[in-house]
């Protein structure tokens, strides 16, 4: 279990220079309104440090893909200069099943999520019978998504084999594996996030405590946690794992 949180400053004790003018690195997975809320942000002036808090915060499982590939978790690395969010990196591209051809199907998972179209409907009732293991139906979700392409381009056969995954699905069949693959998490590959994070201007954070500001509210993701309500400044952040949804 990570160790406690230090208690929250009031954000008026906190020495305004001295928290506010330094550059960090700020990873969030969260997950807003609805019947699963998750306020997560980690802390860090290296994705070394994120990655180290981010495994600790999560016993080393990986990021839920129950959240990512059915709830359109916010999975993001925000960019703090000198106190100020200044860019923001989408980390869903990063994440890793172990098998290329299930990290082509997360991606269009993710993606048809996002748009709510017909092919998400599919998706989502192949994956109904996985209950919060979402990342195990990857396998059959990458057979599925191959069937699904053939059957809009005509071939009758695909539609038939497309139809009868589905049958499966509402019968609560959910093979462990397809062809040989199983898939049990998602991991983010750190190394290429920290190729594609951009470096942090000095001075970086040295202090346990942080408070940062948007360079601009077209920054935001709409479901960030991140959000001053309205203030200025974000609610004071401490170093590693910080959950906002718990206040902690």
Same mark, same amino acid.
């Given at each position: 279990?990570?160790?406690?949180?230090?208690?929250?400053?009031?954000?008026?004790?906190?020495?305004?220079?001295?928290?506010?003018?330094?550059? #960090?690195?700020l990873l969030e997975?969260?997950?807003?309104?609805?019947?699963? $809320?998750? +306020?997560?942000?980690? *802390?860090?002036?290296?994705?070394?440090?994120?990655?180290?808090?981010?495994?600790?915060?999560?016993? !080393?499982?990986?990021?839920?893909?129950?959240?990512? =590939?059915?709830? +359109?978790?916010?999975?993001?690395?925000?960019?703090?200069?000198?106190?100020?969010?200044?860019?923001? *990196?989408?980390?869903?591209?990063?994440?890793?099943?172990?098998?290329?051809? #299930?990290?082509?199907?997360?991606?269009?998972?993710?993606?048809?999520? @996002? $748009?709510?179209?017909?092919?998400?409907? *599919?998706?989502?009732?192949? =994956?109904?019978?996985?209950?919060?293991?979402?990342?195990?139906?990857?396998?059959?979700?990458?057979?599925?998504?191959?069937?699904?392409?053939?059957?809009?381009?005509?071939?009758?056969?695909?539609?038939? @084999?497309?139809?009868?995954?589905?049958?499966? &699905?509402?019968?609560?069949?959910?093979?462990a594996s397809y062809? !040989?693959?199983?898939?049990?998490?998602?991991?983010?590959?750190?190394?290429?996030? &920290?190729?594609?994070?951009?470096?942090?201007?000095?001075?970086?954070?040295?202090?346990?405590?942080? @408070?940062? $500001?948007?360079?601009?509210?077209?920054?935001?993701?709409?479901?960030?946690?991140?959000?001053?309500?309205?203030?200025?400044?974000?609610?004071?952040?401490?170093?590693?794992?910080?959950?906002?949804?718990?206040?902690?």
């Open positions: 279990m990570p160790d406690p949180a230090p208690a929250a400053p009031d954000a008026l004790d906190l020495d305004e220079e001295e928290s506010t003018a330094h550059s #960090c690195y997975f969260s997950v807003g309104s609805g019947g699963a $809320r998750q +306020g997560d942000v980690f *802390v860090g002036t290296s994705v070394a440090d994120l990655a180290a808090a981010f495994a600790g915060h999560y016993h !080393g499982h990986g990021a839920d893909s129950y959240l990512v =590939m059915w709830y +359109g978790a916010l999975l993001h690395l925000w960019v703090v200069q000198e106190g100020v969010i200044v860019e923001g *990196v989408d980390l869903h591209p990063y994440l890793r099943t172990g098998d290329a051809r #299930c990290d082509e199907a997360l991606a269009e998972t993710i993606a048809a999520q @996002r $748009r709510d179209d017909d092919l998400w409907d *599919v998706l989502d009732q192949v =994956m109904e019978p996985y209950d919060f293991a979402k990342a195990r139906a990857l396998p059959l979700l990458a057979h599925v998504l191959d069937l699904y392409e053939r059957s809009e381009d005509g071939d009758a056969d695909a539609g038939s @084999r497309l139809d009868r995954i589905l049958e499966d &699905a509402d019968a609560e069949k959910a093979p062809d !040989g693959v199983t898939v049990e998490r998602l991991d983010l590959d750190w190394d290429a996030v &920290a190729a594609a994070a951009p470096p942090l201007r000095q001075p970086l954070l040295e202090t346990e405590w942080v @408070r940062v $500001r948007w360079a601009s509210d077209d920054l935001m993701e709409p479901d960030t946690y991140l959000n001053p309500w309205g203030e200025e400044w974000v609610e004071p952040l401490h170093l590693g794992a910080n959950d906002l949804e718990n206040g902690d």
